[in-house]
């Protein structure tokens, strides 16, 4: 029987991970590469504001720290478009009280390792994973601050640590067979801000998540507790306009102004964050298997790092997380089997929302400011008002239906597409997408 | 202006790629890792005979060494099909005249690399790549006889050395975003023996591929000058049978007996060369970029490792060379040019050929044997007769049309397959096949 349990990475997957195993009454060691956030200055500019959603407020509920998170949390509701011809637009995510929650990374990690620690997690920092002897169970990390080799026996361990997992790497070159795969989109992202207000007031519209969608790139913000916006630009790092055409201050300034307009006066600091922040880059990681024996699994993006066009990495490991815990109930503490029918349910889920993740980028981007798209979620949230068992859009699934597997999600989303092109296509639809005549059609293509 | 190159592999692409630019009058040297085959005992019983075919007999001749390549080369014209009744069956590879070469790599091997010796290549044995300092364009090899550091400088560097290259990874770890995939299929292979007679004499067909198709798996034997032929089991690592159910000298020959009776009878080393042979993998290597600015490219398995279904992973490779080797006529040795073209020309026609190669599996292994697939092919074979400038065999196009890109042959036999498909459905094609009425309705699906 396994008593202790070793983690790489205190993300906040392997932070909430250490938090459910804890309660289930294991000693939880979590070794962590940086320093401490909560005390050290950590090298900020890198990073997106999450959208916590139902999948993984689910998993933060089960282990009773979501009353916590809820107030870092600001609810939005939609997304609020800011088009090139400075007219604007909402859109809401879901039905009526249905919302998604713009967290800042950084506070809700810091959270959750406090909240691990209140339940007898350690958390060791500055180890860097170097290697792992499979066959001994032993670990090595290097100290960061003396760079001293420690090495440690562990009797079950986690791979947490994110898109560039050292786990990963060290099970992947001492595995027959490994099938793994990296995948850079040819765009880049930048952080950037927008101040709130000397009171502490909002300057967009607070409750929603802003896009200013322009064909090839985009730019996104999303609010914080205190008033201002984290603002991401999603950008081509070559090509014109790209990350490598925009090389001076006065052209950043001058391509803001023309572009982003109304965002472009909100953002004081816009030349300075822009060359200071770095251009990270955007990768999706596929790899098989996730597990060895009964003693080894990658969990969150080191099993499986997407694209953040969905607003589902983190709620995907969280989501991860929530489905081991329910195995260990259901196989008895048996890890062996525990971790086969993990790596089983959470593979296809991890490839499936790894496609959505790529597939809306370039809706954000681009279709989601044409007169089509508009028309064609206006036609499915009528009909999926007045049919609930019918028709429920991709994204509430993906979203606000964690008893829906990303890969059934995925599979529905391709089913629902093909018949709402055939729907799109009906002569005069935008005229009468109100009619009977196109809710028969659409009963009739459900079949 | 260039005038040095170093090759890291002196396999069959490197080698060959050294006989074409030191023609051209660079001063070129290769290190390989391993010892000279020509005079130490290199481990064997891992190789699958080549079958040498039009795109590699091209660059061969375009060298002048075709001459002295085919004295080592055994024609085969076609598939002779081994089928688990005691039937056999045999299937003309293209038309009269056209056929593919059984080679033995290692004699196809050696061959090459005395020639690049003529030609005043430099070989340098025992020298593993290590590492790779792309801003001094440093490159680092250990000795492995007493494992001493070299570093050497260089002007133009090429990585030829295979799907697990080491240059390809001293590239990949110093290049932001780098796209990489390995695939490694469910299956292994490994090599077996059928011996000539005493006199030499040929135990089954000389002059063909011998396939024994058995739906999940298959056997292939090709011929080799001695009158031996050099077998390949292509079997599930896992499962019923497998390599890992075949463990005992009773079960693999009782397996055998049962299953390839005929070829059983000949294969008096079965057992014994059945657990001295490796059970090895069949990977596909895709990656991106290939190139660094002017001083670095990767070629042949390095650049593009392919499972071996369609025979054409060598072909590939020399055809890379015969690219190349015009691009520096086209563009007058201004080699930053010459590797931007060349990466721009051959990354989509590796990845296609990785494609058709998975394909050809299925293929080789199943629907080879099928009465469905022997109808197409020969209704494929009489309308290309009649009409030969409106139909030719995707297989033709892949190995006796070195002018039709394997990219174009893809998207071509993509289309042709659509159009069979319609044909097969066509009722009672199994009779009527060879009317007026047949040929009158592919000429109008071909439109």
Chains 1, 2 share one sequence.
Request: charged fraction near 25%.
């Amino acid at each position: 029987m396994k008593k202790e349990v070793t983690i790489v990475g205190a993300g906040l997957v392997g932070s909430l991970l250490s938090i459910y195993l804890s309660k289930r009454g294991y000693k939880v060691s979590i070794f962590e590469r940086r320093p401490d956030m909560r005390t050290a200055a950590i090298s900020a500019g890198k990073s997106i504001n999450l959208a916590l959603s139902d999948r993984g407020i689910k998993a933060l509920e089960e282990v009773g720290v979501m009353e916590e998170i809820r107030k870092i949390a600001i609810p939005m509701h939609g997304r609020f478009l800011h088009n090139a011809d400075g007219s604007t637009a909402y859109q809401p995510y879901g039905k009526k009280g249905q919302f998604i929650n713009s967290v800042s990374r950084g506070e809700l990690n810091k959270k959750l390792m406090d909240l691990a620690e209140q339940h007898g997690v350690e958390i060791f920092f500055n180890k860097k994973c170097e290697n792992v002897d499979w066959n001994k169970s032993e670990i090595t990390f290097e100290d960061q601050t003396n760079f001293q080799l420690l090495t440690f026996n562990f009797q079950l361990l986690f791979g947490s640590d994110g898109a560039f997992s050292a786990a990963r790497l060290a099970h992947q070159l001492q595995h027959d067979r490994f099938q793994y795969q990296q995948y850079y989109i040819d765009y880049g992202y930048k952080e950037l801000q927008i101040p709130g207000g000397e009171q502490g007031e909002f300057s967009l519209e607070k409750n929603a998540l802003h896009i200013w969608p322009r064909g090839n790139y985009m730019l996104i913000a999303l609010p914080n507790v205190d008033g201002s916006f984290t603002c991401t630009l999603f950008f081509p790092f070559e090509g014109d306009p790209s990350f490598a055409s925009l090389d001076s201050a006065e052209k950043v300034a001058a391509f803001f102004k023309t572009t982003f307009t109304d965002a472009y006066e909100l953002m004081p600091t816009l030349t300075a964050d822009f060359f200071t922040n770095p251009s990270s880059s955007l990768v999706t990681v596929k790899c098989f298997p996730w597990i060895r024996e009964d003693k080894f699994a990658l969990i969150g993006d080191a099993a499986h790092a997407i694209v953040p066009f969905f607003g589902q990495g983190m709620n995907c490991g969280f989501e991860d997380c929530s489905v081991l815990n329910d195995l260990i109930d259901e196989y008895s503490e048996n890890w062996e089997k525990i971790l086969t029918v993990y790596q089983q349910l959470r593979k296809p889920d991890g490839d499936a929302i790894a496609e959505l993740a790529l597939n809306n980028f370039v809706e954000m981007r681009d279709k989601v400011a044409g007169p089509t798209f508009l028309l064609q979620k206006k036609i499915e949230a009528a009909f999926s008002e007045k049919h609930p068992g019918k028709w429920l859009p991709a994204y509430a699934q993906v979203t606000f239906s964690p008893q829906i597997r990303y890969s059934e999600a995925l599979k529905n989303s391709i089913w629902q597409e093909a018949i709402m092109q055939q729907v799109m296509a009906l002569p005069g639809i935008e005229n009468n997408w109100q009619s009977d005549e196109v809710e028969q059609k659409m009963l009739e293509l459900i079949g």
